[in-house]
């Protein structure tokens, strides 16, 4: 099992985009082999600054979706259009 914290603090306004993509990406990951669940929170001090945790019981599989082709379609478009900031990330691994 691991276990993937990653912080994001998204541009003024841009918050709404940011949610919807993440639900898109969650609709995708739904039924995907080796992905339990993730889940989005929000900073209540900052409604920009959000929290995604993501829990795979497959290594592989985790690999395979940081490295698809649509996966690096979400992080140029949030690189380009949405982070005021890059993405902090911590891996667990349990
Ligand atoms: C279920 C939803 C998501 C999961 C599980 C997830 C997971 C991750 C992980 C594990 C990384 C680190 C990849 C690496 O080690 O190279 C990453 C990086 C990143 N993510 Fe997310 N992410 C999600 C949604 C999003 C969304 C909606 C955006 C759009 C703004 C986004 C933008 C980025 C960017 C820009 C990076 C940095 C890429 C780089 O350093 O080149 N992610 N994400």
Same mark, same amino acid.
């Given at each position: /099992?691991? +276990?993937?914290? /990653?912080? $994001? ?5 841009? !918050? #709404?985009?940011?949610?919807?993509? %993440?639900? @898109?990406?969650? +609709? @995708? =990951? #739904? ?8 889940? =989005?929170? *929000? ?7 959000? =929290? ?8 592989? @599989? %985790?690999?395979? %979706?940081? *490295?698809? !082709? @649509? %996966? #690096?379609?979400? +992080?140029?478009?949030?690189?380009? !259009?949405? =982070?005021?900031? *890059?993405? *902090?990330?911590?891996? $667990?691994?349990?």
């Amino acid at each position: /099992m691991i +276990t993937v914290g /990653m912080d $994001y603090h998204v541009l003024p306004g841009k !918050q #709404r985009d940011f949610e919807e993509k %993440f639900n @898109a990406v969650l +609709t @995708a =990951l #739904r039924g995907a082999p080796g992905h339990n669940d993730s889940k =989005l929170f *929000r900073d209540v001090g900052d409604d920009c600054s959000y =929290l995604i945790i993501s829990d795979w019981s497959d290594e592989n @599989a %985790f690999g395979e %979706f940081v *490295r698809s !082709q @649509a %996966f #690096r379609d979400v +992080t140029n478009w949030g690189k380009e !259009q949405i =982070l005021s900031d *890059r993405p *902090r990330h911590k891996v $667990y691994k349990h």
